[in-house]
């Protein structure tokens, strides 16, 4: 099964691609999408959209899994990221691949087993379980790997209590 994890941002959209066969997670490939800041918000929207499509087409992933927004102070920034997300989402839909939806405590639990984990734990962890010698950079890519490994194990245990889709 191919994963595509998404971490939305409008300056920064981290993304990680893995494989998952059995027990096992294969990095593919990760980055970011970058828009510069000062640009129109809708300018920056189609850089993300054009870059998600781009992805989308190379990887064609099995499954797209994105981040939930959790804001509690700039609403502004809530709402461009937002509008990222939905941009992401969009993409992801007019490529046909299933989109999941993960907080960020989903993420923390399922790549550290703690849902108060520190971000340096949880990257530490990314680079672990994904066998890398370095933690991704920025940041944004390590929690976009984090997505994508929620994911798989989450797609690990519904595949076992027999709840999985199977795509054919």
Do not use: W
């Not at 997505?147 to 076992?160: E, L, N």
Request: aromatic share 6%; charged share 25%; glycine share 12%.
């Amino acid at each position: 099964m191919r994963i595509m994890g998404i971490d939305p941002g409008i300056a920064i959209v981290g993304y990680g691609v893995i494989d998952r066969r059995g027990n096992r997670l294969t990095p593919i490939d990760y980055g970011s999408i970058q828009t510069e800041a000062g640009l129109p918000t809708g300018t920056r929207l189609k850089q993300i959209y054009d870059g998600a499509t781009t992805l989308l087409r190379r990887y064609k992933p099995d499954v797209v899994a994105i981040e939930k927004l959790f804001f509690n102070r700039n609403v502004t920034t809530a709402f461009t990221v937002g509008q990222a997300r939905g941009v992401m989402m969009l993409a992801a839909e007019e490529a046909g691949a299933p989109i999941t939806e993960y907080t960020p405590l989903q993420v923390k639990m399922a790549v550290v087993g703690y849902g108060q984990a520190q971000k340096r734990q949880i990257q530490e962890m990314v680079r672990m379980l994904l066998g890398l010698s370095d933690i991704p950079k920025p940041d944004d890519v390590a929690d976009a790997l984090g997505v994508a490994i929620c994911q798989a194990h989450s797609t690990t245990f519904t595949d076992r209590v027999g709840g999985g889709r199977r795509r054919k």
